[in-house]
């Protein structure tokens, strides 16, 4: 594997439901960011993570529960969700936190439907 | 807080045509501004950015982009098109959150179709 994977790639869950985001990167970076990709709305950072601590939090409800075990992996832990946070949400990674001289690189994202 | 606005969600062209896609910005400092492009089922791949110096930034794949600070713009631009540039184009500025980290505030993206 290379780059930024992420799985599931779909996922559809009821708002009862507990799932988790997995996200990995193979490019030995040291920071990672979950983004929110909404239907007709700016994409959304969430949260991001340097040296496997958070060091943003963009006042993001707290059913959404990022974890950063190590610098490669971030998963984001999901409960009882609401329809409205169905949309596409994006993984990213770069060599430290800071987009001017950091850039930063995408995984394909997992498609989350919250019925 | 800094803001994007890009004209046009989607934009049609065909292909050989000249690819414009709008980008405004606001900053209350001199900005940093960035383009990705977002091929179907993919993540966000940088094309290009402006940071200082000369202000005709030449990115991959043949695009550009000019910063005009009279016209707050950032405008992305191709010669001549191709069917592989259909994709979804989002047009970004950096940002200091108030914890004091960096941060990139996006457009809502223009959706490019080229048509044969």
């Known amino acids: 594997e290379t780059g930024v994977t992420q799985t599931p790639r779909h996922l559809v869950m009821g708002m009862t439901n507990k799932k988790s985001l997995k996200c990995e990167q193979h490019?030995?970076?040291?920071?990672m960011y979950w983004y929110k990709q909404s239907a007709k709305k700016p994409l959304e950072l969430m949260f991001v993570?340097?040296?496997?601590?958070?060091?943003e939090n963009n006042s993001v409800p707290s059913r959404f529960s990022p974890e950063c075990p190590n610098s490669s992996h971030l998963f984001l832990h999901l409960h009882t969700l609401q329809p409205e946070d169905s949309a596409l949400y994006l993984c990213?990674?770069?060599?430290?936190?800071?987009?001017?001289?950091?850039?930063?690189?995408f995984g394909p994202g997992t498609r989350l439907t919250v019925l | 807080a800094q803001s994007v606005t890009q004209l046009g969600s989607h934009v049609s062209v065909s292909e050989g045509a000249l690819v414009l896609l709008r980008c405004n910005y606001s900053?209350?400092?001199?900005?940093?501004l960035f383009w990705y492009v977002q091929y179907p089922n993919q993540g966000l791949q940088l094309l290009l950015k402006?940071?200082?110096?000369?202000?005709l930034v030449k990115g991959i794949n043949g695009f550009e982009a000019e910063f005009k600070k009279s016209e707050t713009s950032f405008h992305l631009t191709k010669p001549s098109a191709h069917m592989s540039d259909a994709a979804e184009y989002f047009c970004?500025?950096?940002?200091?959150?108030?914890?004091?980290?960096?941060?990139?505030?996006f457009g809502k993206g223009t959706k490019l179709t080229v048509n044969p």
């Open positions: 900053s209350s400092v001199p900005p940093y």
């Open positions: 402006y940071t200082t110096g000369a202000t």
């Open positions: 970004a500025v950096s940002e200091v959150s108030q914890g004091g980290s960096e941060k990139l505030v």
């Open positions: 993570y340097s040296l496997e601590e958070r060091v």
């Open positions: 490019l030995g970076h040291n920071a």
């Open positions: 990213a990674s770069s060599q430290a936190p800071g987009p001017l001289y950091n850039e930063q690189f």
